[in-house]
């Protein structure tokens, strides 16, 4: 018996505990099994909307349409189950039209809830919005056709060539979805005509015909560069549909056309593929592809390519990311529901009291995405739900407020009354609680306006020694409702009976805001808007309009009836100022006067300039104006432009902002609140200035949180920029988590990083939470910032985002090309980058060609990248003229070639001359010649470097002499005795002075030993000249280059050898005093010039790549250093002797040359004054005289 009580008392405890939250935790009185879903019919079918409502008996089931009652009848009425049944669809216009949003009511004893919208839309097809046009277009070329159409649901889309259906997708031919043909490498057999036929379940449609005419390529065919002729666009897809973006290009040879993203995110291989010959294509798209999609198009081969850019938005159906919950409050307690969503455009968030809008009524308020109810009632015991919507579709979520009802607390306050004591005083008495009086401790005064929605409500709180209080901050001339609350230890009371009063009229606050045009030379058209309510203070009776010229006192005066809102002026002066006023009056008397505006009459002209435009101003916040206009109905002069004058009032006029013609509004941001401005629009041509038009505005005041008693509104959040291309910024931003009824814009700040002029910053007006910022600079950096308004109520600033637009293709050629020929059969190409700010430029195209291969049209083609600015051409035939143009590129695109140069390539060369002086003196003056003077700026320059480099010589060799000069004076010594003996004594003495110079500066080094490449060598010198441990077959003169191929033939024997040199040159002088042995090669003979022994260029890799890198100075100067190099000396000067001596020994072995470099041969030709003698015996070898200083 005890299991069994216990289980009793388990399950009674279980009842007890439950039953009373069974409706908050686990509410299921009244949900949906069924809602009904969008629907595309045919006209005249049947169809059904689902609706299947579950809770607790009786359930009542109606329908909405648009919000309104769907009345029944024999062709629309409810099924058993509560779906709405439409036997035949009407298409009619207006409301008779079965179209629209339909949702589903379900009510019980708890209260009514709202089913999600569903759509019904009558399948139909419209006439073509695009036609196919009919084009001309050559052979191997591209061609491409479109058209569209509007239609439910979405058509399919063919094309006939001939009347024969073209199959969707070939080789050379593609059908895209969106309604687009292509035809790549388009042929004679493609003339014809063409046509697009739209299908879908309501009709078929077939657009004109367009004619394809082929003509014939020309020959020979010459390049051209990628140009993309249909690029991709800015697109919004909704969530699981396909997104197609095009891309078409043309070129000469065909370019091939690759894909990126711009945020360098790689592109989805998944859900991602190419249609046709370039076109993209993305299936089932989701939120991770959305962003910036780049199109390039580039010729094969080479890096010329174009861009083109399209952002691609992802739209997506609002989900809840937090429900309301359900909940319990007492009497006059305070209830908040809390929901939150996203989806793209971000999601409205509305909330419904059983299955009616909520408005806010001061107890009732919505922020913050929250629905916050103060002063709980009895009556706020209902299901309540939030619905979030956008236009890809709604989400519901509901929750329930149960009110707890208590005895305690103590009854209304009696008999309230409100006597109006002024246009802006009320006074408002009552009598105590009927029950529990004595234990009242306070009152609580509530009062809003009568009229409107969403209207604020205000409190005021005082003590319980009194039952009257006056308010006296009230509107003239409005509607007031007043209750009041009693309050106890235990609780409050239940509101009082509402009771309803208004205060008086007053003068007006202020007057209309004048509007000035005119029609003719002596006329002006004065127009204003009514004064709103709060300004009117009380029905306007009348208006007092006084003008006068601004030359004269005498003021006229005209009054007008409280209706009207313009008056003309007649018969008055061309081309005069007038000044203008009103002043408003109601029953009470009249109000202040508007301040003078003044306003220029036309000149007395024929001359046909444009009429004033019709102006309106709109007040956005307290610190920006909107302006908007429109050309007037009856203007029929042309227009090139605008002029915008606006300034504050009492102030000096500022300069006008030109505006372009196609523009119809602009935003004036930056200016002060509660202050009047003066705006005057004016549109110009040719002829001059047209009709102008002014008006005044007043800016609103800034409210601020001591005002409205409420916080502001939080700034907009996840603020994203993303560059659309070189002139535009495309952002995005989330609206914060707060609701209300009111109208919500934007203010976007834009300036470019680093400004310092706070008048250039741009301020933009949206009311959209996406903004394409356009006329921006290309290559530079913004920043930007949002901020929202609600009800003149400014949010701070959002943080700061950062972006940089594109740069802007190169619309300059680069600037002072110049061609040299610095061999036979090379040439330099040099240029400076286009003379334009804000673009980068990535690479350069050089084009060059023969003028026979010029005729043909076959250019050879080398690229550089954007920090070279010089190339080699290799490889030139002789007797030819080149033809050469440079071109600049970016990532956006393609700049233009320059002017084309031509350089001569000269067949007579002599043995004995540099090519670049046999032309120089013809075409010196000639640009194409390549040909660079030295000016007094490269010759200072070149005389100081080689002064600093003269020093830094002497200073080290000065330490290398110091450290060997206890060495040195042996090696003198013996020098001396070797010369003053006999030719066979000397032969010994010499070699016994190698062997003790090679002792004392032996290098510690071997044969095969090298220094590395930049300057070192194998030569050791001491003050007497170089020493030489290893036996080379090969010696060269010091002074000269080493750049000389060896030459395997013996040189014949000659008495005397001359050379040529040219002036400023280094060169050695020498005597041949007796002929040399028949095996030995003569002097003069290694300095002929051999034109076999001139190396070329080391690096020729074909005409897309050439052995320069680095960066290359446009100075003539170093234009002046590099011909002077060792490849492009004279090749009379680069030249080797085959004989020389050395200062440490005797003239023996005159056929070896000095292996020597670079390095050592500036060192050696830099010591001043040295002095270095040989004496020989023997008067067969010849004696090299070289002017060499002492070492000591």
């Known amino acids: 018996m005890a299991p069994v009580k216990r289980k009793l008392y388990q399950r009674l405890l279980f009842l007890v505990v439950f039953l009373p939250i069974s409706g908050v935790l686990c509410f299921s009185e009244l949900f949906f099994i069924k809602e009904p879903h969008d629907v595309t019919v045919m006209r005249r079918d049947a169809v059904i909307l689902d609706c299947q409502a579950h809770g607790e008996s009786p359930i009542d089931v109606r329908w909405l349409k648009n919000g309104v009652k769907v009345v029944e009848n024999e062709r629309v009425y409810l099924l058993s189950n509560g779906s709405l049944y439409i036997s035949e669809v009407e298409s009619r216009r207006g409301d008779k039209s079965d179209e629209g949003l339909y949702q589903c009511l379900a009510q019980n004893k708890y209260g009514a809830i709202l089913s999600q919208k569903a759509r019904l839309t009558i399948a139909s097809i419209s006439s073509f919005a695009i036609q196919p046009t009919s084009i001309v277009v050559t052979q191997g070329s591209v061609a491409r056709f479109s058209c569209k159409i509007s239609a439910h649901p979405p058509p399919i889309i063919t094309w006939e060539f001939n009347r024969v259906t073209l199959p969707l997708a070939t080789e050379r031919i593609t059908v895209l979805p969106s309604g687009v043909l292509q035809i790549i490498g388009v042929q004679r057999a493609d003339a014809g005509n063409y046509r697009c036929i739209s299908t879908n379940i309501a009709s078929r449609r077939r657009s004109t015909e367009a004619t394809l005419t082929v003509t014939p390529a020309p020959s020979p065919q010459l390049p051209q560069r990628p140009r993309i002729i249909s690029g991709p666009q800015n697109i919004s897809v909704s969530l699981h549909q396909n997104a197609i973006l095009e891309c078409m290009a043309t070129g000469n040879p065909r370019p091939i056309i690759s894909w990126s993203r711009a945020d360098s995110k790689s592109i989805d291989v998944y859900n991602t593929k190419v249609l046709g010959n370039g076109n993209l294509i993305i299936t089932d798209i989701k939120p991770q592809h959305g962003g910036v999609y780049m199109c390039r198009a580039t010729t094969p081969g080479t890096r010329n390519y174009t861009v083109a850019s399209a952002n691609v938005t992802v739209l997506a159906p ?157 509107e003239p001339a409005r509607n007031y409702t007043f209750y009041v609350v009693a309050y106890m230890p235990m609780g409050a009371s239940r509101m009082s009976d509402n009771v309803f009063q208004h205060t008086l009229e007053d003068v007006p606050l202020r007057a209309p805001e004048l509007s000035l045009t005119s029609n003719s030379p002596v006329d002006i058209q004065v127009s204003w808007q009514p004064l709103p309510d709060k300004l009117s203070r009380g029905r306007v009776s009348a208006y007092r309009l006084s003008y006068r010229t601004s030359a004269e006192n005498a003021v006229s005066q005209v009054e007008l009836p409280g209706e009207k809102t313009q008056h003309l002026l007649e018969n008055l002066k061309p081309d005069t100022i007038y000044l203008l006023r009103i002043a408003a009056a109601t029953t009470i008397g009249w109000g202040e006067q508007s301040a003078w505006t003044s306003h220029r009459t036309p000149k007395a002209s024929s001359a046909r300039v444009p009429l004033a435009p019709e102006l309106h101003l709109e007040p956005l916040n307290c610190t920006t104006i909107l302006v908007r206009w429109q050309l007037a109905a009856r203007n029929s002069a042309s227009v090139q432009g605008y002029r915008l004058f606006y300034h504050e009032e009492s102030q000096s006029e500022n300069a006008p902002v030109q505006l372009r013609a196609s523009d119809n509004r602009h935003t004036i941001g930056g200016l002060d609140p509660r202050k009047k401005y003066h705006v005057k629009l004016l549109a110009y041509n040719f002829i001059g200035d047209g009709y102008q038009a002014d008006q005044t ?360 050898g001359s050379t040529s040199y040219q002036l400023s040159s280094t060169v050695l002088t020498f005597e041949e005093e007796l002929s040399m042995s028949p095996d030995q090669p003569n002097t003069m003979q290694a300095l002929i010039w051999r034109p076999g022994d001139t190396e070329g260029s080391s690096n020729s890799e074909g005409s897309h790549e050439t052995g320069d890198s680095g960066r290359y100075s446009h100075d003539e100067t170093e234009m002046t250093n590099l011909s002077s190099g060792a490849s492009s000396r004279p090749p009379s000067l680069s030249a080797e002797d085959s004989s020389g001596s050395d200062c440490g020994s005797s003239a023996e072995e005159p056929g070896k040359l000095l292996e020597e470099s670079q390095t050592d041969r500036k060192l050696m030709e830099s010591v001043e004054s040295c002095h270095c003698e040989v004496e020989g015996s023997s008067q067969s070898e010849p004696s090299l005289q070289v002017c060499v200083s002492e070492c000591v």
């Open 318 to 474: 609002p989900s809840l990311v937090e429900w309301p919950e359900s909940l319990t409050r007492p009497r006059a307690g305070t209830a908040r529901f809390v929901c939150q969503a996203e989806g793209v455009p971000t999601p409205q968030i509305t909330w419904f009291k059983n299955g009616e809008k909520v408005h806010s009524n001061g107890r009732i308020k919505m922020y913050n995405s929250k629905l916050v109810i103060n002063q709980i009632i009895p009556e706020d015991d209902a299901i309540y739900q939030c619905q979030a919507e956008n236009e890809q579709g709604s989400v519901l979520s509901l929750a329930r407020l149960i009110v707890v009802m208590s005895e305690d607390r103590p009854s209304a306050p009696r008999n309230i009354r409100a006597d109006t004591v002024s246009s802006s005083a009320i006074l408002l008495a009552w009598e105590r609680p009927l029950y529990n009086s004595d234990k009242v401790i306070a009152y609580s005064v509530h009062y809003m306006k009568a009229e409107g929605l969403n209207n604020e409500e205000y409190q005021v709180v005082i003590g319980n020694d009194t039952t009257r209080y006056i308010i006296d901050d009230l």
């Open 697 to 1056: 505005i007043s800016t609103p005041g800034c409210v601020s949180v001591r005002d409205r008693l409420v916080p502001p509104p939080p700034p907009p959040h996840n603020l994203y920029a993303k560059t659309n291309s070189s002139t535009a910024v495309l952002l995005y931003w989330s609206r914060p988590a707060f609701t209300s009824s009111h109208a919500v814009n934007y203010t976007v700040r834009c300036n470019p990083v680093g400004l310092q002029n706070a008048s250039l910053v741009l301020y933009l007006q949206t009311g959209e939470q996406s903004l394409l910022v356009r006329d921006l600079e290309p290559n530079t950096k913004y920043e930007f910032a949002i901020r929202l308004h609600l009800d003149q109520l400014p949010s701070p600033w959002s943080p700061v985002v950062y972006q940089t637009t594109f740069p802007d293709a190169p619309t300059l050629p680069p600037s002072n090309v110049k061609v040299t020929l610095i061999e036979e059969d090379t040439a330099l190409v040099s240029w400076k980058p286009p003379d334009e700010s804000n673009i980068a430029v990535t690479h350069y195209t050089i084009l060059y060609a023969s003028r026979h291969a010029w005729i043909a049209g076959e250019w050879q083609v080398l690229q550089r990248e954007g920090s070279i600015t010089m190339a080699l051409l290799e490889n030139l035939k002789p007797g030819q003229i080149y033809f050469v143009k440079v071109s600049a590129s970016n990532k956006m695109g393609d700049g233009p070639f320059c002017h084309t140069v031509e350089l001569t390539v000269r067949a007579d060369l002599s043995s004995g001359q540099d090519p670049r002086l046999s032309r120089g003196s013809t075409h010196s003056t000639a640009f194409s010649d390549g040909f660079y003077h030295l000016d007094q700026k490269s010759m200072t320059g070149i005389t100081v470097g080689v002064c600093i480099a003269l020093i830094c010589i002497i200073i080290c060799a000065f330490v290398i002499v110091c450290r060997g000069k206890n060495r040195k004076f042996s090696a003198v010594k013996t020098y001396r005795e070797g010369v003053s003996t006999s030719a066979l004594a000397a032969g010994h003495l010499v070699s016994e002075g190698q062997a003790e110079n090679a002792d004392v500066t032996v290098p510690m080094m071997n044969q095969s030993h090298f220094i590395d490449t930049k300057g070192g060598t194998n030569l050791i010198i001491n003050c007497l000249g170089p020493v030489h441990p290893n036996t080379e077959k090969k010696e060269k003169w010091f002074s000269f280059s080493s750049n000389v191929k060896k030459d395997s033939k013996a040189v014949q024997n000659k008495k005397h």
